[in-house]
């Protein structure tokens, strides 16, 4: 596969992973999570961030002692949903982790964030304010924090890329299709570096009660940390999460340049549409 110049026998520009950040039920960096999940710890618990003694569910992966203003400006975040303070927080570390200048190339470094469902909490917030104070009193900040693409366009803006800019939506597929897509931004010369990954944070009263109604989420109150089986006969459901995660994708030859550290190489993705 290796050629003198960096390319694959095939011609493509090879495309290799130089940074890593992630804010998850199990930690709050890529270090923390990866120490816990190698020592067996589960991140489900009672969720704490709304009353559900009238759900059916009572647990879910939350991110725990996150604090957003760590991380982006304390103005700004009030102008954000959860979803893009757990994505900004992992982008900022895996730029770090990176070594990347990014203001030095900013129109050759892009990014790919993708997310199944936006600003969950941002609109049930909306939603209660128009309710309760019509319409002339509802947060015009509503709309930027809901809609799903924003995380993608916030990490944009502040860690300041200029290249290309996309927001995958596909459910539970999303965060592979980012790094995918982002893969291919490098290989057809449109960047030299992608920030790519995923955000969610559907830990809502919105989220529990209507992925609830379609039998979706585990029962098993009683037994949070094992509920999540979903290869067992006896499974009866997913739980619900929340986390953000990004990897920095970097064309070799570029990433060789600048002496980056090298985690591992893609070496290709597929797609296809089925269940």
């Known amino acids: 596969m290796n050629s003198e110049n960096g390319a ?4 493509r520009r090879r ?26 710890e589960s991140g489900a618990a009672e969720i704490t961030q709304f009353d559900h003694s009238d759900y059916p569910v009572h647990f879910a992966c939350e991110v725990k002692d996150f604090d957003a203003t760590e991380w982006i400006e304390r103005k700004a975040a009030r102008r954000m949903d959860r979803f893009t303070h757990l994505i900004l927080a992992a982008a900022r570390q895996a730029v770090a982790d990176s070594g990347l200048e990014v203001e030095k190339e900013a129109g050759r470094i892009g990014a790919a964030v993708a997310t199944g469902i936006g600003g969950l909490q941002s609109f049930q917030d909306c939603y209660d ?16 924090s809901i ?6 366009g916030w990490v944009s803006i502040e860690l300041g890329t200029r290249g290309p800019l996309l927001s995958e939506c596909t459910a539970c597929a999303a965060s592979n299709m980012a790094i995918g ?18 955000t969610e944070a559907a830990v809502t009263q919105v989220g529990i009660a209507g992925f609830g109604a379609m039998r979706a989420l ?23 999460g929340e986390a953000g995660a990004l990897l920095v994708l970097e064309e070799l030859e570029h990433a060789k340049a600048r002496g980056a550290k090298i985690y591992a190489e ?8 089925d269940a």
């Open 181 to 198: 897509d982002g893969a291919d931004e490098i290989r057809l010369d449109r960047a030299d570096v992608m920030l790519c990954g995923g």
């Open 8 to 11: 694959s026998l095939n011609g």
């Open 129 to 144: 304010q128009l309710l309760e104070r019509g319409p002339d009193r509802v947060n015009p900040f509503s709309i930027p």
């Open 266 to 273: 893609v070496a290709g993705y597929g797609l296809s549409s």
């Open 15 to 40: 495309v290799v992973i130089t940074g890593l950040g992630a804010v998850t039920p199990l930690g709050l960096d890529v270090e923390s999570t990866w120490s816990s999940l190698l020592a067996g």
């Open 147 to 152: 809609i799903p693409n924003l995380g993608a």
């Open 218 to 240: 585990s029962r098993r109150n009683d037994d949070p940390a094992r509920a999540s089986r979903p290869f067992d006969a006896g499974r009866d459901g997913f739980v619900m």
